[in-house]
């Protein structure tokens, strides 16, 4: 169906919308006003990475579609683990761990929406508050009435343990139960009416969705998106290097603008519709340009999503380093670097050894692997040798030298 409402027209020509309970409810209901949507986070890490990025995006599209967003931090549902797409059960996490977690994870939700005390402005609950003062057996009559086992092992996430003869524990299987009590306690406070989440999150959705319905008599809706890859199938968050974080001091915003420049020109349209504000029509322009030009929109989107995820000076620094490295053959300010005073540097230092604490490779075996592979240079000059020892003779005037992982990942070495 052709959606009326500006939310739901905004997800589907942006490409956020795969499924929705009731989307010609969901429709008539956004068309008599705003609407306040929750998104669930279960902090099992203290930073987001860019696969998580999509489900942020969504809630900055409600804002700016006039909708309230709330962002829920699982602090009681991370000490269970969502069981989604999972083989085991997660670990359980402890009390100063999930403090940590929630804290880092803060402070990225500013960089995307504005928190304040308009209609419009987003708030932070944690499902720790509501959850934890529950007790046991009020719990299981109250809400555990509702659910049937039959119908829990329906679900895709279940079934697929079952089939599998994996094992999976009471404590797994009442996920489900708990986000959706979530659900339905939220309506009740806030007016909650929407759940926003991913293609893997939608048995849970329909859950609390179901409940508040016994609960409160009241029908509520959720929306999913699908699962973001590339496109050559891999899942997005997920590179080489590893996760690409949100938090600076996980991954510098010049990598984090090189994730972006970087990107197959397959994805470039795409990624630009859901990871930045620039208009449709600007995106179909640029999505359009072929052969070399296609470089140009690639770097508009690294401004673009760094601007957002870092600020505009961040951006702005990580291009003119980008800009001196790769055109003018400099070593740019913003690129990693390993700084040793000249008694630790001694005699040399082993090429491996550098590419490791520069981070341009994970581990000394990763190191070897790239230099063997010709994917290693020293000051522009490729190297073969695994033991190559990196020696006074190799620096340049300001003691320093260029190492690289291949031609986009660099990084400097200096001694002092």
Partial sequence: MTCRSDFLRILEQRGYLHQATNLEGLDARLEKGPITAYCGFDPTGDSFHVGNLVQIM???????????????????????????????????????????????????????LRFDDSPTGAVIVDNADWLLGLHHLDFLTRIGRHFTLNRLITFDFIRRRLEAEQPMSILEMGYSLLQAYDFAHLWKE??????????????????????????HDVELFATTTPLVTTADGVKMGKTAQGAVWLRADRLAPYDYWQFWRNVDDRDVGRFLR?????????????????????????????????????GQEAAQAAAETARQTFEQGGAGEDLPRLALSAAEFGDGLALVEALVRLGLCASKGEA????????????????????????????????????SAGRKRHGILSVA
């Fill in 58 to 112: 969504q809630l900055r599209r409600l804002q700016q579609a006039g909708g309230k967003p709330i962002l829920l931090l699982g602090g009681a549902t991370a000490r269970v683990g969502d069981p989604s797409d999972k083989n085991a059960m997660r670990p359980m996490l402890t009390e100063e761990r999930l403090a940590q977690n929630i804290s880092g994870l803060r402070g990225i939700f500013g960089q995307f």
């Fill in 190 to 215: 806030m007016g909650c009416e929407l759940q926003l989440c991913g293609a893997d999150q939608w048995a849970n959705a329909v859950c609390g969705i179901e409940l508040a319905r016994k609960l």
């Fill in 274 to 310: 859901l990871f930045t504000d620039l208009p449709l029509d600007e995106i179909a322009r640029l999505e359009a340009l072929g052969g070399a030009e296609i470089n140009e929109a690639k770097k508009i989107l690294a401004r673009e999503a760094t601007t957002m995820c870092h």
């Fill in 368 to 403: 070897r692997r790239l230099v063997s592979g010709g994917g290693a240079y020293l000051g522009g000059q490729a190297v073969a040798d695994e033991g190559r020892q990196i020696v006074k003779a190799d620096l340049d005037g300001q003691g320093q030298v260029k190492l």
